[in-house]
């Protein structure tokens, strides 16, 4: 791993684009034993190529009821975006999801006691990959947007703007897994302010990727620094939600999930080496599996601009805290475009 040295954090000794492997000590099947799973592979990963085209036509039809109604428009969207996300998660060896959604918790008597996440409300998230997205899909049918930093490479370690933030709607957050976030100052961009307004008119909450790109899942990448531009002018309270997703560790039988590194074409490639892992007994054993941790506390309620310029760090401290993800000092977001040219420079 010395070759990745320049991309290992100093503060925690971790290299959070390296995409993880299993560990050294388990047994190593050789490659010949996955061929039979193959063709499998390439079929389910045909399926949800398939169910991808078969949402983009529903999204088509949808914008034209959104004409008529909204509120019908977001309840279609809604079912639609859930039937979608859940079958492609199965397809991907998710056949069971965590019993009780987030911000949930169990009083001494086993109780019950949930948060609803509403239109309005912000859930600031990790991300390590498409799994994240379509778990959140399937649970909010939010609206998804990423942080634009501004033009510029700065140096490893310095301070990272944001310019704005993008919208992105599921397959085009899918195709943008690992990848390093936009810089181009031609990119539509709106204010955080501007989202929020625009969850709360479109029915749906609001989540953010503030790390801007993908890492393993082994920490949280340092969060680029938010502006009163930024943010722009917001009036009223705003809920925050703090949501940590965690995969599994890779083993000789089971790849990582998590997407450090894009593939092409659209990240199919790694799609056909996560359905290598067979679906044995459906709804009894399920191949792969995800946590979800979040502070006891489910949110925090920010009643300013100013407070929300500080969002992020303050919301990625509780997610380290609950979910015992370490925060690096000094690898972002910026640094994803330095590794990915590393890459390509030792395959040429």
Same mark, same amino acid.
């Given at each position: 791993?010395?070759?990745?040295?320049?991309?290992?954090?100093?503060?925690?000794?971790?290299?959070?684009?390296?995409?993880?492997? =299993?560990?050294?000590?388990?047994?190593? /099947?050789? $490659?010949?034993?996955?061929?039979?799973? %193959?063709?499998?592979?390439? !079929? +389910? @990963?045909?399926?949800?190529?398939?169910?991808?085209?078969?949402?983009?036509?529903?999204?088509?039809?949808?914008?034209?009821?959104?004409?008529?109604?909204?509120?019908?428009?977001?309840?279609?969207?809604?079912?639609?975006?859930?039937?979608?996300?859940?079958?492609?998660?199965?397809?991907?060896?998710?056949?069971?999801?965590?019993?009780?959604?987030?911000?949930?918790?169990?009083?001494?008597?086993?109780?019950?006691?949930?948060?609803?996440?509403?239109?309005?409300?912000?859930?600031?998230?990790?991300?390590?990959?498409?799994?994240?997205?379509?778990?959140?899909?399937?649970?909010?049918?939010?609206?998804?947007?990423?942080?634009?930093?501004?033009?510029?490479? =700065?140096?490893?370690?310095?301070?990272? /703007?944001? $310019?704005?933030?993008?919208?992105?709607? %599921?397959?085009?957050?899918? !195709? +943008? @897994?690992?990848?390093?976030?936009?810089?181009?100052?031609?990119?539509?961009?709106?204010?955080?302010?501007?989202?929020?307004?625009?969850?709360?008119?479109?029915?749906?909450?609001?989540?953010?990727?503030?790390?801007?790109?993908?890492?393993?899942?082994?920490?949280?990448?340092?969060?680029?620094?938010?502006?009163?531009?930024?943010?722009?002018?917001?009036?009223?309270?705003?809920?925050?939600?703090?949501?940590?997703?965690?995969?599994?560790?890779?083993?000789?039988?089971?790849?990582?999930?998590?997407?450090?590194?894009?593939?092409?074409?659209?990240?199919?490639?790694?799609?056909?080496?996560?359905?290598?892992?067979?679906?044995?007994?459906?709804?009894?054993?399920?191949?792969?599996?995800?946590?979800?941790?979040?502070?006891?506390?489910?949110?925090?309620?920010?009643?300013?601009?100013?407070?929300?310029?500080?969002?992020?760090?303050?919301?990625?401290?509780?997610?380290?805290?609950?979910?015992?993800?370490?925060?690096?000092?000094?690898?972002?977001?910026?640094?994803?475009?330095?590794?990915?040219?590393?890459?390509?420079?030792?395959?040429?």
């Amino acid at each position: 791993m010395e070759k990745f040295s320049t991309w290992r954090d100093p503060s925690t000794g971790l290299a959070p684009f390296v995409y993880p492997l =299993p560990p050294l000590s388990t047994i190593q /099947l050789p $490659r010949i034993a996955w061929i039979p799973l %193959v063709p499998l592979a390439l !079929f +389910r @990963t045909a399926l949800i190529v398939v169910l991808g085209l078969l949402f983009v036509i529903f999204e088509g039809s949808g914008l034209v009821v959104s004409l008529f109604s909204v509120k019908f428009h977001s309840i279609l969207q809604y079912y639609c975006t859930a039937i979608f996300s859940r079958i492609t998660l199965y397809l991907l060896g998710f056949t069971q999801l965590p019993s009780d959604r987030p911000f949930t918790h169990r009083t001494s008597s086993q109780k019950l006691i949930s948060t609803t996440v509403r239109p309005g409300d912000l859930v600031v998230c990790n991300w390590s990959s498409y799994v994240d997205i379509l778990y959140l899909a399937y649970l909010y049918n939010p609206i998804f947007i990423i942080p634009v930093l501004k033009h510029g490479a =700065p140096s490893q370690g310095s301070e990272v /703007l944001v $310019r704005g933030f993008e919208s992105k709607g %599921v397959l085009g957050l899918i !195709f +943008r @897994t690992g990848h390093p976030p936009s810089h181009n100052p031609a990119t539509k961009i709106k204010s955080l302010a501007q989202f929020l307004q625009e969850s709360k008119r479109l029915r749906r909450p609001l989540i953010i990727f503030p790390e801007g790109t993908t890492s393993n899942n082994r920490a949280l990448l340092r969060c680029p620094k938010l502006n009163e531009i930024s943010v722009g002018k917001h009036d009223g309270k705003v809920k925050v939600f703090c949501l940590a997703i965690k995969h599994e560790t890779p083993t000789p039988f089971k790849n990582s999930i998590t997407v450090p590194i894009p593939t092409s074409p659209m990240n199919l490639m790694h799609m056909v080496q996560a359905n290598l892992v067979p679906i044995l007994v459906p709804f009894l054993i399920s191949p792969r599996s995800i946590l979800v941790r979040f502070p006891r506390t489910d949110f925090i309620e920010l009643d300013s601009s100013t407070q929300l310029v500080n969002s992020f760090e303050l919301a990625f401290d509780l997610i380290s805290q609950a979910a015992k993800l370490k925060l690096t000092s000094q690898i972002s977001c910026a640094d994803k475009t330095g590794f990915l040219n590393y890459l390509k420079s030792r395959k040429s």
